[in-house]
């Protein structure tokens, strides 16, 4: 009885192996052998991220910089219409369509980057892509121009923030 089950155990095994293995080849296979796309160039040359592209505005529930509670904080990109004071006015929009310009008020204690150096919201020009990010933690503002590449975070980013700066 014990040699019967064991039998039994080692078939169902090497059953199971070989329907993977088919069906591994099968993915695997059509996926290779596939040459057809259905994006057209438009579609393959936006850069990476989600459907339709990056965000321009988001609302987003955070870890605060403590590390002790989550916190809400405040998400905007796009360009730099104008620098006012401490009023800042950004363009958001994709190359060919806008969404809205919005105001906002950068207090003065924010970490102002530009183009990778510690900045003054005054030093940013017209046109930079910009982000910027509001919360209780603070407002961190990071913009490039366009002689700047945009970093990992993509187009409209205005790059990635520097280590341990990820938040305000």
Do not use: W
């Not at 329907?19 to 057209?40: E, Y």
């Amino acid at each position: 009885m014990t040699y019967r089950k064991s039998t039994r155990t080692a078939v169902v095994a090497a059953l199971c192996a070989a329907v993977g293995a088919a069906a591994g080849g099968i993915a695997t296979g059509s996926a290779a052998t596939s040459t057809k796309s259905n994006t057209s160039s438009a579609q393959r040359a936006r850069p990476p991220g989600p459907p339709g592209g990056l965000a321009v505005h988001s609302d987003e529930v955070v870890l605060n910089r403590a590390g002790t509670a989550f916190i809400s904080a405040t998400e905007d990109n796009g360009t730099v219409a104008s620098v006012a004071g401490d009023q800042l006015a950004i363009k958001e929009a994709s190359k060919s369509v806008t969404y809205k310009t919005v105001t906002l008020t950068i207090p003065s204690g924010a970490k102002v980057t530009r183009n990778g150096a510690t900045a003054q919201l005054a030093d940013l020009k017209s046109g930079d892509r910009v982000r910027v990010t509001q919360s209780s933690d603070g407002t961190v503002v990071f913009a490039n121009d366009s002689s700047h590449a945009p970093g990992p975070g993509g187009p409209g980013n205005g790059g990635p923030p520097p280590a341990g700066a990820n938040r305000p």
